[in-house]
């Protein structure tokens, strides 16, 4: 949240670009997928900026000089790891030292996640970064007692987590504030699910489904799709939604105003598991065996806009979409999405062909899951491939991504979103995620002299000549 993220603004504001479209933020665990977070509610200290905490007096440059990966396109996460941690508790021993406080204010708007959330990080490290599942009974069940106990044990750590979750708000803020005052609104990913191993669970087990030793009854994830022959098995642990239902979806609605308090539009993924979801018998190697369950559906959706009536949501409408699930996603109103890869598979009419599209939609060439445009293209079958440019009437000299980009911005959709890979005109090589592998994901990272001022100043004429903007009068 330093410099870098700065200068992206700067970009996008030179470009005449209004959205930037981020990637969840919360603390990520083993696979580094910010889908499978430790907290909902949390923000990941990865992306505290250290020289900002040097600016504060909490570093010296030398606390962090040196080099934090062999390449620097790709993020080099066992690295982070290891090394972030010891640089960030010597700035929370900084300021601890000081005699410097987390501002009672920032306690207060997040006394209902912060608290819970700092102990199990705390325990967390204590037992060595094993799942709660694995620790003692007593502290598996929340037994007061021993919660207390461990408070006291664990104090100078639950107060290093409340610290890096300070320091990540003081950071967010002012970029946020930075971005909407040149007119950039921030999209922020909301998954649907949250981790097994996660602060929410531990805390809060009655909100899921969970056998008496806490452990789950079924798992989250999606049948066969384009994505995989044996589906996803994601591993989320399944909300009780019966019992959420009776107390108001209270626990949704807090982490809905979090997420509120932090992003300008919400994308919610996997949207249709509002109306039903994929359940998995726990301990299933793949997703296949799954049965597809009731959701809440409308009755938590109204309740959403009731308590949010100015959230602006994007509602993730991919995959398999039975009848009522279209119903859902029609009736709540929601722009749904589209994904140009997904338009040449076969003949005939295509709900992500351009052509088709509404106004009340909101068009993708690729999203994370995808390949990059360009990888994907050079993949694809003859027939998809023949499809693709009979539709994009490829100009002179131009790549299939930039012909996709041109055709989404003259498209109906009132809002495009363009993954970078797919600006640069990257090729597979620097995909974001395969779904349903480990190891390689997650990693790609923008450099900053990628964006020039020369494609700044094409995006911004592309999207005055399709009339997303005014067109400047110069002379």
């Known amino acids: 949240m330093g410099p870098e993220a700065y ?14 479209q981020i990637l969840p933020m919360g603390p990520t665990g083993y696979g580094d997928s910010p889908y499978q977070c430790f907290s909902a509610f ?3 200290p990865y992306f505290i900026d250290l020289r900002l905490l040097e600016e504060e007096g909490l570093l010296e440059k030398a606390d962090f000089a040196g080099r934090w990966g062999g ?4 993020v080099d996460f066992s690295l982070l790891f290891e090394r972030r941690r010891p640089v960030l508790r010597k700035a929370w021993e900084g300021f601890r030292d000081s005699g410097n406080f987390v501002d009672p204010e920032f306690l207060q708007e997040n006394e209902g996640w912060l608290e819970d959330y700092a102990l199990f990080m705390a325990l967390k490290e204590h037992f060595g970064g094993c799942s709660w599942l694995q620790w003692p009974q007593e502290l598996r069940v929340r037994d007061r007692a021993a919660l207390a106990r461990y408070a006291d044990i664990l104090q100078d750590g639950i107060g290093f987590h409340i610290f890096l979750q300070y320091q990540f708000d003081r950071q967010w803020k002012p970029l946020k504030r930075y971005l909407n005052d040149k007119g950039i609104r921030v999209i922020g990913d909301l998954p649907i699910y949250v981790a097994l191993d996660s602060a929410d669970v531990w805390a809060s087990p009655e909100n899921f489904l969970l056998d008496d030793a806490r452990e789950p009854l079924a798992v989250a994830g999606v ?5 995989s022959g044996t589906g996803q098995l994601w ?15 209270s626990w949704w609605r807090e982490r809905m105003k979090k997420t509120a308090s932090l992003y300008d539009v919400v994308r919610i993924d996997h949207f249709r598991g509002f109306e039903s979801y994929w359940a998995v018998p ?9 049965r597809w369950c009731k959701g809440p559906g409308m009755k938590w959706i109204r309740q959403l806009q009731r308590e949010f009536p100015e959230l602006p949501v994007i509602a993730e409408d991919l995959g398999i979409l039975t009848a009522e699930a279209e119903k859902m996603v029609r009736d709540s109103d929601y722009p749904g999405m589209k994904v140009l890869q997904f338009a040449f598979d076969s003949p005939g009419k295509n709900p992500h062909q351009p052509h ?18 360009e990888g994907w293209f050079s993949k694809a079958s003859h027939a998809t491939r023949y499809r693709a440019l009979e539709a994009l009437q490829l100009r002179p000299n131009e790549r299939v991504s930039e012909a996709g980009i041109r055709t989404l911005m003259f498209s109906a959709a009132n809002l495009i979103v363009i993954p970078a890979q797919d600006l640069l005109g990257l090729g597979g090589d620097c995909r974001m995620n395969t779904p349903g592998t480990l190891g390689s994901n997650w990693q790609w990272r923008l450099l900053p002299e990628q964006l020039t001022p020369e494609m700044g100043a094409r995006l911004r004429c592309l999207t005055e000549e399709s009339g997303r903007i005014e067109m400047e009068n110069n002379g």
């Open 7 to 20: 200068a992206f603004g700067d970009f996008l504001f030179s470009a005449k670009q209004k959205y930037w």
């Open 356 to 373: 088709t599209y509404s106004e009340n939609c909101v068009a993708y060439t690729g999203t994370h899951d995808n390949d990059t445009t």
């Open 223 to 227: 049948p066969p799709d384009y994505f």
């Open 71 to 74: 390449d620097p396109q790709r």
């Open 235 to 249: 591993g989320n642990p399944l909300y009780d939604w019966p019992r959420m239902e009776k107390d108001g979806f």
């Open 42 to 44: 949390a923000g990941n």
């Open 282 to 290: 726990y301990g299933e190697r793949t997703a296949v065996n799954g």
